[in-house]
């Protein structure tokens, strides 16, 4: 044993505090009776903050249930601490120009494609098993979607009302482009990309946006008078919305800082929040998709995973 070659009074308290703990678990076993661990013992513990460390009120008693909180708190936690489900090729495109690697910050992230909306590939119920998994994990869930698809929200509410999410959500109103950009912003961006691809990207600035509040009319208009005549929709497009967002992090509208950017800080935050904290004191609300206090749990107190936008506020 390596506390075998401790020597000096180090070894010896070692050596005593060894002892005591084998004198109280042998009580204990004797009498069935349990008595305080020695850090309870002296109230160095508020109620219920051994638990959020270990995993439990008493972590030796279950091994193997302690062992993933303990290697958290000492910094050897290496799976991912978020995962996150976003609609489609642009949104996991712009997330991941701006992560560059996820995984390095406990990030997973997911491409739905599309098909919570087209039904495809039977999506709704393997979100479902995803999320479940994730709880299963321990793990933050973040989805982020098009509220302009009813199917989309009906999916999500239904998952919310099962309590399968523990993390939080983005509910893109009306949809990811027009969330983060204004249309004269879209068209600046589309230019550039055409301009990339040797193409006249004057024809896409001077053109008369009005009415489009939406990305797929949007593409449809910009069909119309780009010489690229190719779709936006995808790795491009994602790619080059995250870098404006990224040069310009806030609306020109209202001054507010653009939803992708406080999407990617909460994902970011959560290697560093506590999973059981936020399980059992905030739930998701189904109609406004902003995390509210559990009405069973204790009143919440500030925790960095709180929501998108109240973590965001909190660190910008």
Same mark, same amino acid.
């Given at each position: 044993?390596?506390?075998?070659?401790?020597?000096?009074?180090?070894?010896?308290?070692?050596?005593?505090?060894?002892?005591? +703990?084998?004198?109280?678990? /042998?009580?204990?076993?004797?009498?069935?009776?349990?008595?305080? +661990?020695?850090?309870?013992?002296?109230?160095?513990?508020?109620?219920?903050?051994?638990?959020?460390?270990?995993?439990? +009120?008493?972590?030796?008693?279950? /091994?193997?249930?302690?062992? #993933?909180?303990?290697?958290?708190?000492?910094?050897?936690?290496?799976?991912?601490?978020?995962?996150?489900?976003?609609?489609?090729?642009?949104?996991?495109?712009?997330?991941?120009?701006?992560?560059?690697?996820?995984?390095?910050?406990?990030?997973?992230?997911?491409?739905?494609? /599309?098909?919570?909306?087209?039904?495809?590939?039977?999506?709704?119920?393997?979100?479902?098993?995803?999320?479940? +998994?994730?709880?299963?994990?321990?793990?933050?869930?973040?989805?982020?979607?098009?509220?302009?698809?009813?199917?989309?929200?009906?999916?999500?509410?239904?998952?919310?009302?099962?309590?399968?999410?523990?993390?939080?959500?983005?509910?893109?109103?009306?949809?990811?482009?027009?969330?983060?950009?204004?249309?004269?912003?879209?068209?600046?961006?589309?230019?550039?990309?055409?301009?990339?691809?040797?193409?006249?990207?004057?024809?896409?600035?001077?053109?008369?946006?009005?009415?489009?509040?939406?990305?797929?009319?949007?593409?449809?208009?910009?069909?119309?008078?780009?010489?690229?005549?190719? #779709?936006?929709? /995808?790795?491009?497009?994602?790619?080059?919305?995250?870098?404006?967002?990224?040069?310009?992090?806030?609306?020109?509208?209202?001054?507010?800082?653009?939803?992708?950017?406080?999407?990617?800080?909460?994902?970011?935050?959560?290697?560093?929040?506590?999973?059981?904290?936020?399980?059992?004191?905030?739930?998701?609300?189904?109609?406004?998709?902003?995390?509210?206090?559990?009405?069973?749990?204790?009143?919440?107190?500030?925790? #960095?995973?709180?929501?998108?936008?109240?973590?965001?506020?909190?660190?910008?």
């Amino acid at each position: 044993m390596q506390r075998e070659a401790l020597k000096g009074r180090i070894a010896g308290a070692m050596w005593i505090r060894h002892m005591a +703990e084998v004198i109280r678990r /042998g009580f204990e076993e004797l009498h069935a009776e349990r008595w305080l +661990e020695e850090d309870q013992a002296f109230g160095q513990w508020h109620s219920g903050g051994r638990k959020r460390v270990f995993g439990s +009120e008493r972590p030796l008693d279950d /091994g193997l249930q302690s062992k #993933p909180y303990i290697a958290y708190r000492f910094g050897l936690f290496t799976g991912s601490a978020v995962h996150w489900y976003v609609e489609g090729d642009t949104e996991y495109h712009a997330a991941f120009h701006i992560l560059r690697e996820p995984p390095k910050m406990g990030i997973e992230l997911t491409n739905l494609r /599309g098909n919570i909306a087209s039904q495809k590939k039977n999506a709704a119920r393997n979100l479902e098993d995803s999320l479940k +998994e994730d709880k299963a994990l321990r793990r933050f869930s973040m989805i982020s979607f098009d509220c302009d698809v009813p199917e989309n929200v009906r999916t999500i509410q239904c998952q919310i009302r099962d309590d399968n999410i523990v993390g939080a959500i983005a509910g893109h109103k009306p949809d990811f482009e027009f969330a983060n950009f204004t249309v004269q912003e879209l068209a600046e961006v589309a230019a550039r990309i055409d301009e990339a691809d040797n193409f006249d990207g004057n024809a896409v600035r001077k053109t008369d946006f009005s009415g489009i509040n939406s990305g797929r009319k949007f593409e449809r208009k910009y069909l119309e008078v780009s010489a690229r005549k190719r #779709p936006l929709k /995808g790795k491009k497009w994602g790619k080059a919305l995250a870098q404006y967002a990224i040069e310009h992090a806030r609306r020109p509208d209202d001054g507010t800082e653009r939803p992708l950017l406080q999407e990617i800080r909460a994902a970011m935050l959560g290697w560093n929040s506590n999973y059981d904290f936020h399980k059992e004191n905030f739930q998701i609300d189904s109609t406004s998709f902003l995390l509210i206090p559990r009405a069973s749990g204790p009143l919440p107190v500030a925790t #960095p995973s709180a929501t998108i936008r109240q973590a965001s506020r909190r660190t910008g």
